[in-house]
């Protein structure tokens, strides 16, 4: 990133929210050293948020709180493997795994219709 890319960005400019938009997408994509070291999930890990992420892009609104719970535990897994411990974590990944693991598999396809 180069020190023009850091200068305040004015509120006023009317680009205001596009330059706020590509500053924060030049700062979180930033490669990391540690951003292609592989971290620890199940095979059932994997394929059950694969099926709420799957449910909710189907429009299963009732698994939203369930995706919300997959992404915890994925923040989980990453704040665990993060080497300089700098990341910290209100719960453990497996505490957060049981909150995922609690909900039903989802039915794959769109949600039915309910009846009148």
């Not at 049981?98 to 009148?116: I, K, N, T």
Request: net charge negative; proline share 9%; glycine share 4%.
């Amino acid at each position: 990133m180069t020190n023009d890319e850091r200068l305040p960005i004015d509120p006023a400019d009317p680009e205001y929210e596009l330059k706020v938009a590509e500053q924060y997408q030049a700062v979180t994509n930033k490669h990391q050293r540690w951003d292609d070291d592989p971290v620890q999930i199940t095979v059932r890990q994997a394929q059950k948020m694969s099926a709420i992420m799957s449910a909710v892009a189907s429009g299963h609104e009732s698994y939203i709180d369930a995706l919300r719970a997959a992404s915890w535990f994925l923040d989980c897994v990453r704040a665990e493997a993060e080497p300089s411990g700098a990341i910290g974590s209100s719960m453990t990944a497996a505490e957060a795994w049981e909150r995922v693991d609690a909900w039903p598999w989802p039915r794959p396809g769109a949600p039915r219709s309910q009846p009148l």
